[in-house]
Structures are given as structure tokens and as C-alpha cells.
């Protein structure tokens, strides 16, 4: 039987561009403003390093306790509608930041941007995989999460000179416009299934289609629960996530108050960071396609353990730590899908919003941990080595636990298995 020409454009690839400019002013907010502006409030405000901290960690709090609901809400009601409301809790809690007059305040604001966030990650990374056929949705989520870098990255370059020329309030204030304009730009171009477009995922045929329909399964909290696999990866999620944090929420104050380097110069070792994470995200996940999600994690987690330990022997030396930041980067842009991509491995796409969702508890607990007990080390102990060092062990107890995964094929036989009883 003859079949249709496809679109030349396949919607997926729509998808996925919302996707990239969804986490782009995501990551720019939570990662890029925060890192970069942080050491301007903390000189307005008057706080310590572990009070800092306290406002990421409100902003992880909030996060942990509303990414399982937007995972959930995803399986329940489609991405598209979750991301597109959502964006305004993003934008409009942006928009406060740029208005905070003291830590309380500053708090509650970014405690509001946390529900924003929660609703960018889990659901887009579920969509991004409901897209893409199983050979492709590595590469797939390489790219989109590379968003995060570039995000970070042009925001270590822009947001200097915004608070040097004007304040740094005006450098929430660009981002909160931007995270509200998302609202339209998702609710315009995301779509939830390639199914009702009367498509296959890219890179997979309707046939591919056809034999997952069909064994299609509802499958209950309790039984998630109950796979060990999902443990394993979620402490796992979660230590890699506190050894990471540790140098990417600081790093810029690091380089400034304790290294004692230009703010500029300083700022641009996050930039470094992020566009060496564009690199690495696409790369090493398209090599995680061909040699396994397993082996790439353990590599991965193991060399960020080195490349931490390189950047505090670094020290001052600005063209070495230039060269660690690079490092770290290159490894960091691909953490995080290639979680997202493994766990697709072990579950089926009908629960993938659910998993994910669960899966962001572990990344939220550490989230939340890491800059208030990173910045009390820092403030107990006069330096930021300490809480570094402590970072990469913690990301190498992450390749540990990764090795105790079994293999894809057994555990999607057992998931499958539960849920058809």
C-alpha cells in the first residue's frame, strides 16, 4: 500500500524548538541569573553565603514538591497545556525578582519562579521523547537540553554588563518579560502526540506506532514505586545533582570573593561552562545512543568527579580554570538528558510525565541542599574548596550507584510485566 509524503517539516522538530526556547529563558532565569547576580544582592542585601543559598533552596523546595504533580498533570492533560499555564508563574516570579528589597522577599519570589520551573524540564523532556523514535531521542534530547547551556552561557556574557550599566533588578526584569511571552509561544506551536497529527514519531514508522498503541497499559504510582530501577536512578539523579550544583550555583561567586577576580572574568567561567555544555550535550548523547545510556552515565559522572578536583587545583590561574570550567561543562550539558533518556529505557512513554516527575523528588531534595550546605561550608570553613571537593565525591558515589542498573531489555520486560496484572 502506498503512503503519504510526509510534511517536509516534521512536527517534532516544531516541538522540539518550542522545547529549546522554553528551557533557554528557563535555565537563563534559574541558573544564568542566579549564578551571575547573586554576588550583586548579596553586597545590596548584606547576606552571608549560606543565606544565598536559602533562596535557591526555596526555589528547589518549591520545585521538588510541584514536579511530580506537572509530570503527573503531563500524562493526565497533555504537555502543551501545562507548559503554556505554568510559563506565567515562570515569568511573572521573574518579574518580582527584579522588585525584591530584602532576603525575605527575594525568597518568596524565587520560591514563585519554582513553579514556573517545575513545568518547563519534566514536561518537555517527556515531549521531546513522545517525538522522537527510540534510535533518535538522544540526539533529540541533547539538543533541547543544550538550551540550558546556551541560556547560562549568553547570560554570563549579558547580564554583567546589564548590572554594571544599570542594576542587576533590570536583568530580572528582561528575563521576566521573556518567560511571560513563552505563554503564547507554547500554547501556539506544542502539541502533545505525534498521533494526532496523523504522524509517527521522527525517525520511527507507523508500524513502530501501531505495536505501541497496542500495548498500551495504565500503570499505578504504587507499581512505579515498587521497580527498584527507579531508586537506583533517582539517588543517583539525585547525587550527581548535589555535586554539580555545588560548582555551578557558586562558581561565579567563587571566582569573585574568594579568588578575588574580576566579576567580568569570573562571570565568564559560567559562560564557559554553558557553551562547552552545548558541545557535550549533543555529542556525548549521541554517543549514548550507540553505546548505552549505562556506560555513558558512569563515564560521565566519573570524569565530572576529576574535572571538579581540576578546578580547585586551578585556583587563580584563570587560563586553567578556564580549561576546568570547560571540562565540567562539556560533561555537565549531557547529565541531565542522558538521565532522562536511560529512564525512557527502563519505562514506557504512557508513564514517562509520572517517572520523571518522581524522579525530580531526588533532584529536588539535592537541589535544595546544595547551595544552603555549600554556602555554610563555605562561610564555616573561609573557602569554597571544602564544599567543591565534597561535590565531586558525591558525583562519583553517582557512577557507583549507576553500575547497579541491570540491563534495558529485563527491565522493561518486568514494567510491562506489572502492568498488564
Not at 547580564?159 to 518567560?179: C, D, E, K, Q, S
Not at 507554547?186 to 498521533?195: A, I, S
Not at 504512557?350 to 525530580?360: N, S
Not at 561550608?377 to 549507576?402: I, Q, Y
Request: glycine share 12%; charged share 15%.
Amino acid at each position: 500500500m502506498e503512503q503519504k509524503k510526509g510534511p517536509i517539516l516534521h512536527w517534532g522538530w516544531i516541538v522540539l524548538a518550542s522545547g529549546f526556547t522554553t528551557l533557554f529563558v528557563t535555565f537563563s532565569i534559574r541558573i544564568g541569573a542566579y549564578s551571575v547576580l547573586l554576588p550583586e544582592m548579596i553586597r545590596d542585601f548584606q547576606m552571608t553565603k549560606a543565606q544565598a543559598g536559602l533562596i535557591k533552596s526555596a526555589f528547589s523546595l518549591v520545585y521538588l514538591v510541584f514536579a511530580p504533580l506537572m509530570g503527573w498533570l503531563t500524562d493526565r492533560v497533555g504537555g502543551r497545556k501545562v507548559i503554556s499555564f505554568f510559563c506565567l508563574f515562570l515569568g511573572g516570579g521573574t518579574l518580582l525578582m527584579g522588585r525584591a528589597d530584602n532576603l525575605s522577599s527575594a525568597i518568596l519570589f524565587y520560591s514563585i519562579v519554582g513553579i514556573g520551573a517545575a513545568a518547563s524540564w519534566v514536561p518537555i523532556a517527556t515531549l521531546t521523547q513522545i517525538w522522537f523514535g527510540e534510535k533518535k531521542r538522544g540526539l533529540a534530547l541533547g539538543i533541547v537540553s543544550s538550551s540550558y547551556a546556551v541560556g547560562a552561557g549568553i547570560m554570563g556574557l549579558i547580564l554583567p554588563v546589564i548590572a554594571t550599566h544599570y542594576h542587576w533588578r533590570m536583568g530580572w526584569t528582561v528575563l521576566g518579560v521573556a518567560g511571560l511571552l513563552l505563554v503564547v509561544l507554547n500554547g501556539f506551536l506544542l502539541r502533545d502526540r505525534p498521533e494526532e497529527m496523523k504522524l509517527a514519531p521522527w525517525g520511527e514508522d507507523a508500524s513502530g506506532v501501531e505495536k505501541r498503541s497496542s500495548s498500551h497499559r495504565r500503570v499505578s504510582y504504587l507499581e512505579i514505586l515498587k521497580e527498584r530501577r527507579l531508586w537506583i536512578i533517582g539517588v543517583a539523579y539525585g547525587a550527581i545533582a548535589y555535586g554539580t550544583y555545588t560548582l555551578v550555583d557558586f562558581v561565579v561567586t567563587y571566582g569573585t570573593l574568594e579568588l578575588r577576580i574580576p566579576y567580568g572574568v569570573a562571570s565568564l567561567s559560567l559562560t564557559v561552562i554553558s557553551f562547552s555544555g552545548v558541545v557535550g550535550g549533543i555529542v556525548l548523547m549521541a554517543l549514548s545512543d550507540r553505546i548505552g545510556r549505562r556506560r555513558s552515565l558512569i563515564i560521565t559522572q566519573v570524569l565530572t568527579c576529576f574535572s571538579l578536583f581540576f578546578i580547585l587545583w586551578a585556583g587563580d590561574r584563570v587560563v586553567w580554570l578556564m580549561v576546568g570550567a570547560g571540562w565540567f561543562g562539556f560533561l555537565y550539558g549531557a547529565i541531565y538528558p542522558m538521565y532522562a533518556a536511560c529512564t525512557r529505557d527502563y519505562f514506557p512513554r504512557e508513564i514517562m510525565g509520572t517517572v520523571f516527575g518522581l524522579l525530580a523528588i531526588f533532584y529536588g531534595v539535592s537541589a535544595m541542599v546544595s547551595p544552603v550546605l555549600t554556602g555554610y561550608l563555605a562561610d564555616v570553613t573561609g573557602t569554597f574548596r571544602w564544599p567543591f571537593a565534597l561535590g565531586a565525591v558525591v558525583s562519583l558515589g553517582a557512577a557507583l550507584l549507576t553500575g547497579y542498573l541491570g540491563e534495558t531489555s529485563e527491565a522493561e520486560l518486568l514494567t510491562h510485566s506489572r502492568a498488564s496484572r
